[in-house]
């Protein structure tokens, strides 16, 4: 228990470093909201999107806050390396590439003691709190929620970038400009560094009905962790970026009336050529706003998506919404780290940073809650390192290599028989609702009779996530494996 102790120590020592609301530092704006300045509890699922939120306070809850940020325990280890089946895995060390399936703020905690100041570039795409129903993840928070739960996981982000790091959160109108206030906050508003625009594709479709200016972009907010210090490599478009004059429909057209005014085929096809190329830089800076000039082609995946890189036509799956190219990622890993820097994506979706930064030679770490972490997610990174012929492989000369490994956080709820789980439940402080939208209540549970209490506990369960400490590594009932065990203690020591 002396060790669970530490961990409590350590995490108020994280609190204490935590910036100041604006206020108190000398800023004239601040951004304030309920709950701010405490930590929210919940994830991403859409079960979350019914139940209570929960908010600790440091002060009055130092045990739940400490609770919630302490370091958790990893299982079910698993390293790929191109072949068929997954080697095991014996040590985790920082040249492993890594995929999580958890929570994401769970995860940070547990990875901020080896990676802490050792990130170089960090890219998220969170919820856009579009209050859709419509993808896999709940993107339906009140905005006070939001603003909690993107605080978090901010916070860890920042501890975790190195000097000379990098973040960029992409967003959307919905909350690009509370985030922006955020950021200024967590960041500081010196280490601002780009408010980029990037144009998402040509107009079809039914947005094109909308009786307004039709919305076509997304927001990227760009910070460093210290300005002075910050890593960038000035990048410019060459010839294989620049967007084509004409279309394939339209150059064929254009073609057919040259030769209707007499001209041969192959004078038409020099005219052609020098009409695509004629008043072009040999190269041109990135500006901040992305595909939207003739220099600049850098449409979404929903564009692209006949060249094969969408993830229902590359695992035959469905679709991961709001997928981004790995086109758009190579621009932000290229422009913020070096070969063998470490990449972070800790709201990794489909996979798209792992995969771009596997590719061009950084060592990644990508974490997922949803569940298609473990199809989607990992199976898109096998077939990378395996060799794939998509998304930016062609361009890299891909061809396949290295490794990564495969882990999720462990859960109490694998390892522990239900008749023991409700003593242990209530010791843990993991069951927070009650799985039908409302608070679990344990007074309420002891009065149930025993059929009652067991399915009661059975549905809670089903709807709350219970990772484990890492102090309770030598648990007997969560019978943790030594290997596991010890790459544990590795990722804390």
Sequence with gaps: MREQAD???????????????????????SLEWKGRGQWLEGGLGHDDRAAPRLYRDPVREPQEVARLLSPKLLTDFARWDGGDMPQPCTHLDLNDNLLVQGENLQVLATLRHRYRGRVTLIYIDPPYNTAS??????????RADWLGFMRARLLFARDLLAPDGSIYVNIDFNEAHYLKVLMDEVFGPANFQREIIWRIGWLSGFKT????????????????QDAQRMKFNKAYLGPDDFAPRFKPAEAAQLSSLLEGEGLAKTA?????????????????????????SNYDRLNSVA????????????????????????????????????????????????????A????????????????????????????????DNVGISKRTGWKGGGSFVFCRLADWRDRVA??????????????????????????????????????????A????????????????ELALPPAERAINAALQG
């Design 356 to 387: 771009a930064a596997h590719k061009l030679g950084r060592r990644w770490i990508g974490v997922e809650q949803m569940g298609y972490a473990g199809t989607i997610t990992l199976e898109r990174m096998k077939k990378v390192v395996a060799g």
């Design 7 to 29: 961990r409590q120590d350590e995490t108020q020592a994280f609190l204490a470093g935590l910036p100041q609301p604006a206020a108190s530092r000398g800023q004239d704006v």
């Design 461 to 476: 369960l089903a709807a709350n996530a219970m990772p484990v400490d890492f102090a309770f590594a030598d648990d007997t």
């Design 418 to 459: 239900e008749q023991g789980l409700a003593r242990r439940a209530r010791d843990l402080g993991w069951l927070l609702h009650d799985g039908q939208g409302g608070l679990w209540d344990w007074a309420a549970f002891d009065t149930l009779p025993v059929a009652q209490r067991r399915a009661a506990l059975s549905l």
């Design 209 to 224: 009905r909308a009786q307004n200016f039709i919305r076509n972009h997304d927001t990227i907010l760009f910070y460093s």
């Design 303 to 354: 564009i692209t998506s006949y060249a094969g890189e969408s993830v229902s036509k590359l695992l035959g799956t469905p679709d991961v919404k709001g997928q981004k190219s790995e086109a758009l990622l190579k621009r932000i890993i290229e422009a913020s780290t070096d070969p063998g820097d470490i990449v972070l994506d800790f709201f990794a979706g489909s996979g798209s940073t792992a």
């Design 268 to 292: 038409v096809r020099r005219v052609m050529k020098a009409a695509q190329t004629i008043g072009l830089p040999a190269r041109y800076p990135v500006e901040d706003v992305w595909n939207a």
């Design 133 to 142: 129903g419509s993808f896999a993840y709940n993107d339906r928070f009140t």
